[in-house]
T-cell receptor, first 116, second 117 residues
Framework: DTGVSQNPRHKITKRGQNVTFRCDPISEHNRLYWYRQTLGQGPEFLTYFQNEAQLEKSRLLSDRFSAERPKGSFSTLEIQRTEQGDSAMYLC??????????????FGPGTRLLVL | AQTVTQSQPEMSVQEAETVTLSCTYDTSESDYYLFWYKQPPSRQMILVIRQEAYKQQNATENRFSVNFQKAAKSFSLKISDSQLGDAAMYFCAYRRNSGGSNYKLTFGKGTLLTVNP
């Protein structure tokens, strides 16, 4: 296993620009989660995929956010018209299953976004 | 909704000593998992230990062990023989184990552990 990877690791953008992040889960993990972590806080759930299907989105995910997971492999998270409040660490996690020990989520290194 | 509370924003321990990090949670569910994750500075979050709610025996992983008190909804992490590499932010997290479609993690705010040489 190569682990969960995320790119880019850091992104600085100007307010109003669009940004896209990528997450590559652990091979054969069909569950993929996106979380957002702001300074001094624990991660908060954003959205969740089972294979290519996006099953749930948090109320934190405004209309400016969209996530995809084509073919059930890697996932992308796009933020349109970025705002300074979007500055955060965006974490991706994957798991083999939902429940039991197979539902244990493994995290990537995150993408740190700074909106100027 | 489930909530996870970590009441110690910061803790410190001397190298080779033992430290206990506290976590309490609130849920109406009976089937769930609890986790401790470690997030070193500028590095990725890694799993430290997990506990299934239906298991009475406390989980252990080398120098890490938990004290799981289901009735009290308490889940503390004990680190024995602390090492400099244990310095990190530690997060307690809850995950349901049945009865739904979203098995997201709910995290506490974290405890920053400093290890003094």
């Amino acid at each position: 296993d190569t682990g969960v990877s995320q790119n880019p690791r850091h992104k600085i953008t100007k307010r109003g620009q669009n940004v896209t992040f990528r997450c590559d889960p652990i091979s054969e993990h069909n569950r993929l989660y996106w979380y957002r972590q702001t300074l001094g806080q624990g991660p908060e759930f954003l959205t969740y995929f089972q294979n290519e299907a996006q099953l749930e989105k948090s109320r934190l995910l405004s209309d400016r956010f969209s996530a995809e997971r084509p073919k059930g492999s890697f996932s992308t998270l796009e933020i349109q018209r970025t705002e300074q409040g979007d500055s955060a660490m965006y974490l991706c996690a994957s798991s083999l299953g939902d429940s039991g020990p197979y539902g244990t989520q493994y995290f990537g290194p995150g993408t740190r976004l700074l909106v100027l | 909704a489930q909530t996870v509370t970590q009441s110690q924003p910061e803790m410190s321990v001397q190298e080779a000593e033992t430290v206990t990090l506290s976590c309490t949670y609130d849920t109406s569910e009976s089937d769930y998992y609890l986790f401790w994750y470690k997030q070193p500075p500028s590095r990725q979050m890694i799993l430290v230990i997990r506990q299934e709610a239906y298991k009475q025996q406390n989980a252990t992983e080398n120098r890490f062990s938990v004290n799981f008190q289901k009735a009290a909804k308490s889940f503390s992490l004990k680190i024995s023989d602390s090492q400099l590499g244990d310095a990190a932010m530690y997060f307690c997290a809850y995950r349901r184990n049945s009865g739904g479609s979203n098995y997201k993690l709910t995290f506490g705010k974290g405890t920053l552990l400093t290890v003094n040489p």
